[in-house]
């Protein structure tokens, strides 16, 4: 991925491209390509007070993804900016100045996960086996973890138990606010395993890392309908439509190994909105599909955790970069309203 950035200046200024992919790296034969549009208009929202807004950019990762190209055009001043490691579009308008609206487009071309073994760095390791305050690996999440894989020595199936575990044991809450906040220390103390898809893939995470084997949420968004089951796709306006993943860490015995795609989340969606019991073939063919696989109507942001926004005078630290965010120096935006706040994201599948 090129890189180079350019400061979008004035307030009504032209296109620019912020990033764009080499155009020698060849995709897979099967790649679908996407086009996704996230307008966000702070106007009503506002009003002419000084305001910020982060927006979640789409990640390359060789297994599953790449960037093709980035570019914001409108109002505000936008540029890429990072922060522990995820990058974000970066916009701000003064105080006064009319809001116009700021429209991200990205490029993006998805296939179904293929095998790209590599090594883990002891930076990743550490960071993808540690604690956080939303995701424990001690006490009960490993009491309970030591339980469910009982006395399995090998690391694949050391996760597949987890994996099991959670399509007997969850339960997706349709009451649950947006993809949820994904406190595990809540879901053991309540012992109430339910919630949507970061409630979920969180507990799934700490249960792998409580055992020692790295593992992380991949926040992301549905773009197209699914080939499986209506409920696991969108298409058209896909402004609700984030949805988070998990992967493990998986090697062999030479010290090679690769980020392995789990899903029990999606698999507990498709159980609730299809009416359809865990034992239904079609659900358990889908739960073999997404142990290891991911549908290609999926892209993925980032893995980002205790996130620093760059510049952000209010609430400044995030758990996690799914929604766009926006401010000003005394209100927060609701990124689980879509029409309040202010944005709306499209995707359409574009021709190779």
């Known amino acids: 991925m090129d890189r180079r950035q350019f400061m979008q200046r004035g307030a009504a200024a032209a296109a620019v491209t912020l990033a764009a992919s080499r155009a020698s790296a060849a995709l897979p ?71 116009q609206p700021l429209v991200l487009t990205q490029r993006l071309a998805t296939w179904e996960r293929t095998t790209v073994p590599g090594r883990l760095g002891a930076g990743e390791r550490a960071r993808f086996t540690a604690a956080t305050a939303m995701i424990p690996t001690d006490g009960a999440v490993r009491e309970l973890a030591r339980g469910i894989v009982g006395e399995r020595r090998e690391p694949r199936a050391q996760v597949r138990a987890i994996y099991d575990w959670m399509l007997a044991n969850t339960w997706r809450d349709p009451a649950t606010p947006g993809c949820g906040a994904g406190d595990v220390n809540a879901m053991l103390r309540d012992h109430r395993l339910a919630g949507k898809c970061v409630d979920l893939s969180r507990l799934f995470v700490a249960l792998v890392r409580s055992i020692g084997i790295p593992a992380r949420e991949v926040y992301g968004q549905r773009l197209a309908p699914s080939a499986s089951f209506r409920s696991l796709g969108r298409g058209g306006d896909v402004s609700t439509a984030q949805h988070c993943r998990a992967e493990a860490w998986l090697e062999d015995g030479a010290g090679r190994g690769q980020w392995f795609a789990c899903d029990p989340a999606d698999v507990r969606k498709a159980v609730l909105e299809e009416k359809l019991p865990l034992g239904d073939p079609g659900i358990q063919a889908l739960g073999e599909r997404l142990f290891g696989k991911g549908e290609s109507n999926w892209g993925g942001y980032n893995h980002a955790g205790a996130l620093v926004l760059p510049g952000a005078t209010l609430a400044p630290r995030y758990d996690f970069l799914m929604y766009p965010v926006a401010m000003t120096r005394t209100a927060l935006c609701n990124c689980l309203d879509p029409k309040a706040f202010g944005y709306e994201i499209a995707s359409r599948e574009i021709p190779a």
Do not use: N
Not at 31 to 45: G, P
Not at 75 to 95: F, K, N, P, Q, T
């Open 29 to 99: 034969a099967a790649a679908r390509r996407f086009e996704v549009t996230t307008r966000v208009d702070l106007a009503a929202a506002t009003g002419t007070q000084a305001a910020q807004a982060w927006l979640p950019l789409f990640t390359s990762d060789a297994a599953y993804q790449r960037v093709l190209e980035v570019r914001a055009e409108g109002g505000g001043r936008a540029r890429i900016v990072r922060a522990g490691g995820v990058a974000m579009l970066h916009a701000s308008w003064r105080e006064g100045e009319a809001k």
